[in-house]
């Protein structure tokens, strides 16, 4: 009776931890995993104004769009994908109409807030194509190049909804395009932006982590 007794204990014993680790493993899959917070992004798209001098023919006024695509990986640190294309219907001197297209990323920092403002700074690198005219003796010479572009600027970030913002920024735009004598001569430019943000998660916002 006693060896019965035993072994009838042990086995009791044994099916409590079975049923123990099956309850446990059964809870473990149904509980919902704990939200978290992840990196926040943005998108925008808006008026850019861009004041290029060429040698030459002065100073013209080109309008276009923006488009760009914002990471954020906490609040003060980010980094954007930028797009523009401007364009002018003529280059003073020349008859000849003229269009940038420029495409640059860099990183983004945002020094402070300021009653929901956001204020940033950036430092952008990439590449532009511009085809435009310059005046030349007997005419003008009309042409394109493609070559390295810098930026350097800021602005600020005006929410208007939890989805919704106004974004404004002023850059200095360094790109080359052809002197009178053909050689790529710098271009110091001003660019100015107007765009509607839209985003698709704010920083530090917390969203469900996948089930698996």
């Known amino acids: 009776m006693r060896n019965t007794l035993v072994i009838t204990g042990k086995a009791w014993f044994v099916m409590m931890l079975l049923i123990g680790s099956a309850l446990a493993q059964s809870l473990l899959s149904t509980t919902p995993p704990p939200p978290m917070t992840g990196p926040a992004y943005d998108f925008s798209t808006g008026y850019t104004y861009l004041a290029m001098p060429f040698p030459g023919a002065g100073q013209s006024h080109l309008d276009g769009l923006d488009a760009s695509g914002s990471i954020g990986w906490n609040k003060h640190w980010g980094a954007t994908l930028d797009a523009n294309v401007f364009g002018t219907p003529d280059v003073p001197g020349t008859g000849h109409q003229a269009y940038v297209l420029n495409t640059q990323c860099g990183p983004e920092f945002y020094p ?21 005219a310059i005046p030349a003796e007997g005419g003008s010479y009309h042409g394109w190049l ?11 970030e005006q929410p208007v909804s939890r989805q919704f913002g106004i974004r404004v920024n002023a850059d200095y735009l360094r790109t080359l395009f052809s002197g009178p004598i053909g050689a790529a001569l710098p271009e110091n430019n001003l660019r100015l932006t107007v765009s509607l943000v839209i985003r698709a998660r704010k920083i530090g916002e917390r969203v469900e982590a996948p089930r698996y």
């Open 112 to 132: 402070f807030e300021h009653r929901k403002t956001r204020f940033f700074v950036r430092a952008l690198g990439g590449s532009a194509l511009i085809d435009a």
């Open 146 to 156: 493609l070559r390295p572009s810098l930026a350097f600027g800021g602005g600020f």
